[in-house]
């Protein structure tokens, strides 16, 4: 309970309520023994004209859901909410290789894997920063880190393919980019994040496992997300005469989660567009974002008022009155 209240003792007073609720219920048993005292029922009937009861127990119901509230606001509660981040880079790594051609994801698993980057990078919060790395053969920078996200999502609307896969290069690019944006910030240590969507391994340049200590040590964290089909197949012109063989392109799924385990990521899979969004928002509700308590004590007093005038409003209606 101390978890969700800062003053958790004062919650006690809710047994006032409750005593007040039984109270109430035994007062409507007594009520009818001095009805009786009338003799002219037809005369009691004119003066005192039956109403539903309903109504009076709805009034007296709101009463004690008010102050029941109140009780609680008055232990102070608490609430764990979550604050965009501040200063924090999140550099999205894509690859464009060209294995990301195959049609296992629909249309592909390039312009599958767009469209939810583009979602992704939608929902991050304005004051974060975002960048964008694209690999092939080897590793770009297309946007610096910035908070005008739609220049980003431009840049990926740009993507295009090409040959081999440079995932160490893209991760050691990623590092070195996150860490140039935190000497901007008075030599601060880097707070960042990488977000690596691969379907691969890596072919050429810095081999994936010596990119791990490299953002290990910077302490940035690889997230990966290996994105297809172990039946994925791809049309190559291996011999340049113009025809086409079909190549099969399974995801390498350990040698991403190894990168991810590696530097404190965490590595997902997915198999269609649906669950590359489904990964993206749990990744948006994650690297985005810090959580922190937060008194919520005026929002069950504002609900605890709410109850109250409602509370009034019905038996000035209905009764003249105030409860």
Do not use: C
């Not at 009034?59 to 609430?79: E, S």
């Not at 072919?203 to 290990?216: E, M, Q, S, Y």
Request: net charge negative.
């Amino acid at each position: 309970m101390s978890e969700w209240f800062t003053e958790p003792a004062r919650l006690w007073l809710l047994l006032v309520v409750v005593g007040l609720a039984g109270l109430y219920a035994v007062l409507q048993f007594t009520k009818p023994r001095y009805a009786v005292r009338f003799s002219n029922l037809e005369l009691l009937d004119k003066v005192a004209p039956k109403r539903p009861g309903w109504r009076r127990h709805l009034v007296a119901g709101l009463f004690l859901v008010a102050l029941a509230l109140l009780v609680g606001a008055f232990a102070q509660p608490i609430a764990t909410v979550k604050v965009p981040q501040e200063r924090t880079t999140i550099v999205l790594a894509i690859d464009t290789s060209l294995s990301m051609a195959a049609t296992d994801v629909a249309p592909n698993r390039l312009e599958a894997a767009q469209k939810a980057a583009k979602e992704f990078v939608q929902q991050l919060p304005d004051t974060l920063n975002v960048g964008l790395v694209s690999f092939a053969g080897s590793a770009q920078l297309l946007v610096p880190p910035t908070q005008e996200h739609e220049q980003v999502t431009r840049a990926i609307d740009g993507l295009q393919l090409d040959k081999s896969t440079a995932i160490g290069d893209a991760v050691r690019l990623s590092v070195d980019v996150i860490q140039d944006q935190a000497r901007g910030t008075n030599g601060k240590k880097a707070e960042g994040a990488v977000v690596l969507i691969s379907d691969g391994e890596t072919t050429v340049g810095l081999p994936t496992a010596d990119a791990i200590p490299l953002a290990k040590d910077a302490g940035i964290a690889v997230s990966t997300i290996a994105y297809g089909t172990p039946d994925g197949e791809i049309t190559v012109d291996q011999d340049g005469n113009g025809v086409g063989q079909r190549t099969k392109v399974p995801v390498n799924v350990e040698e991403l989660r190894s990168l991810a385990d590696g530097t404190g990521g965490t590595a997902y899979t997915a198999e269609s567009a649906q669950d590359l969004r489904s990964v993206y928002d749990k990744l948006g509700s994650t690297v985005g974002f810090d959580e922190k308590e937060q008194d919520v004590t005026y929002r069950w007093v504002a609900l605890g008022l709410v109850a109250l005038m409602v509370a009034a409003g019905f038996s000035l209606r209905w009764f003249a009155r105030l409860p």
